[in-house]
Antibody, heavy 119, light 112 residues
Framework: QVMLQESGPGLVKPSETLSLTCTVS??????????WGWIRQPPGEGLQWIGS???????YYNPSHKSRIALSLDMSKNTFSLKLTSVTAADTAVYYC???????????WGRGILVTVSS | QSVLTQPPSVSGAPGQRVTISCTGS?????????VNWYQQVPGTAPKLLLY???NRPSGVPDRFSGSKSGSSASLAIAGLQADDEADYYC????????????FGGGTKLTVL
């Protein structure tokens, strides 16, 4: 059974870069056909897809964040990572990592990590 | 603002049947993309409830069912139980995102 675990700082200052890592166990991030994605949920609000990275390394970003986001895979550590630059208070959210296939919704999610943007 | 529109809240008594609507547009649900449904208990990650054409992951009871028509979809919960109280989210795909994920704003279900 695959498990995903988010890690990173819980507090980031405005204008700085938010960096999160998702550690995968029970599967490989290089497994063919799978996508590894990030979804966030601002406090009291709904879910928002941020972006996904394909096992081959191809990336797909929500246009709302495209200029600020970078996803990467680290096959040696079996992790994938999110970097979101120039953060503001609007980026305060619980960030989830998840595994999915194309047009198949994520069934495997991490527990989520709350990231607060504040000085 | 979410791409898919859901009512903020619905409620029902134990044993009743409730439905939650999800309204999209021609670029998502109306483009014949599947509508999937998640259940989220506050403080936990969303749990996949229904996907594709009424497929249920292992462990999800058949009290939960989905339907779709045009640019809208619905989740029906029959025989309401106390532990059904949660937030429910619809999810589909959108041509403006090159076919990637969009979500509804969520509906809080209260079991009276």
């Amino acid at each position: 059974q695959v498990m995903l675990q988010e890690s990173g700082p819980g507090l980031v200052k405005p204008s700085e870069t938010l960096s999160l890592t998702c550690t995968v166990s029970g599967d490989s991030v290089s497994r063919e056909d799978y996508y590894w994605g990030w979804i966030r949920q601002p406090p009291g609000e709904g879910l928002q897809w941020i972006g996904s990275i394909y096992y081959s390394g191809s990336t797909y970003y929500n246009p709302s964040h495209k200029s600020r986001i970078a996803l990467s895979l680290d096959m040696s550590k079996n992790t994938f990572s999110l970097k979101l630059t120039s953060v503001t208070a609007a980026d305060t959210a619980v960030y989830y990592c998840a595994r999915h296939l194309r047009f198949v919704p994520p069934g495997d999610w991490g527990r989520g990590i709350l990231v607060t943007v504040s000085s | 603002q979410s791409v898919l529109t859901q009512p903020p809240s619905v409620s029902g008594a134990p044993g009743q049947r409730v439905t939650i609507s999800c309204t999209g547009s021609r670029s998502n649900i109306g483009a014949n993309y599947d509508v999937n449904w998640y259940q989220q208990v506050p403080g936990t990650a969303p749990k996949l409830l229904l996907y594709g054409r009424n497929n249920r992951p292992s462990g999800v009871p058949d009290r939960f069912s989905g339907s779709k028509s045009g640019s809208s979809a619905s989740l029906a919960i029959a025989g309401l139980q106390a532990d059904d109280e949660a937030d429910y989210y619809c999810q589909s795909y959108d041509t403006s995102l090159s076919g990637y994920m969009v979500f509804g704003g969520g509906t809080k279900l209260t079991v009276l």
